[in-house]
Nanobody, 116 residues
Framework: QVQLVESGGGLVQAGGSLRLSCAAS????????MGWYRQAPGKERDLVAA???????NYADSVKGRFTISRDSAKNTVYLQMNSLKPEDTAVYYC??????????WGQGTQVTVSS
């Protein structure tokens, strides 16, 4: 059973930075894509950033230039570096992995709160 464990969330002031980590129970190269999603209260869960097996990345327009997704295959971990945080970035952030068979796996989520 695939397990994804997120960490690194917390409370930060606007303009600050946080780095989220998503540790997978197996090799991250067993997944076709891995990504970060977020869900604010009363809103849908939306894609923030994703990275493909070949290293290609894509970002939501709202975070381009501020957030960076990366991976460390030796640690089976995907990261989300978040800089210049804004109050509207406040949400629960979830890690998602999609297998080659298109099976989707989710982590439990980590809360990010940005104060103004």
């Amino acid at each position: 059973q695939v397990q994804l464990v997120e960490s690194g969330g917390g409370l930060v002031q606007a303009g600050g930075s946080l780095r989220l980590s998503c540790a997978a129970s197996g090799s991250i190269f067993s997944f076709n894509t891995m990504g970060w999603y977020r869900q604010a209260p009363g809103k849908e869960r939306d894609l923030v950033a994703a990275i493909g097996r070949g290293g290609n990345t894509n970002y939501a327009d709202s975070v381009k230039g501020r957030f960076t997704i990366s991976r460390d295959s030796a640690k089976n971990t995907v990261y989300l570096q978040m800089n210049s945080l804004k109050p509207e970035d406040t949400a629960v952030y979830y890690c998602k992995a999609v297998s080659w068979r298109n099976d989707a796996y989710w982590g439990q989520g980590t809360q990010v709160t940005v104060s103004s």
